[in-house]
């Protein structure tokens, strides 16, 4: 169903027929960490997330998964060889 309280026009899953069935009531706008992410949308009531109803969940644990800021470097781990194996290789 389309928001009626902060995005009003957007789908959003937590609409029905009753109001917004978010925790709340309504969407809450992002936190600190969120400033720069593709996913935020200027309102008139503030600027909120596009992906997430409450931003500041997504924080809570790291980094936010759907942040397009972030950039994540995966770290490779230095594997050992055992130089018997690598002379025989050869």
């Known amino acids: 169903m389309n928001c009626t309280t902060v995005r009003e026009g957007d789908d959003c899953v937590f609409m029905t027929a009753k109001g917004c069935g978010y925790n709340e009531g309504t969407c809450l706008p992002i936190v600190d960490e969120c400033n720069g992410c593709k996913r935020t949308t200027e ?4 600027v909120y997330c596009t992906a997430a109803p409450d931003p500041s969940l997504k924080w809570r644990n790291g980094n ?3 942040a397009t800021h972030v950039k994540t470097i995966a770290a490779t781990k230095k594997q050992k060889i055992n130089p018997i194996k690598a002379s025989k290789r050869r």
């Not at 309102?43 to 503030?46: C, D, I, K, Q, R």
């Open 43 to 46: 309102l008139s009531a503030g």
């Open 64 to 66: 936010c998964n759907t």
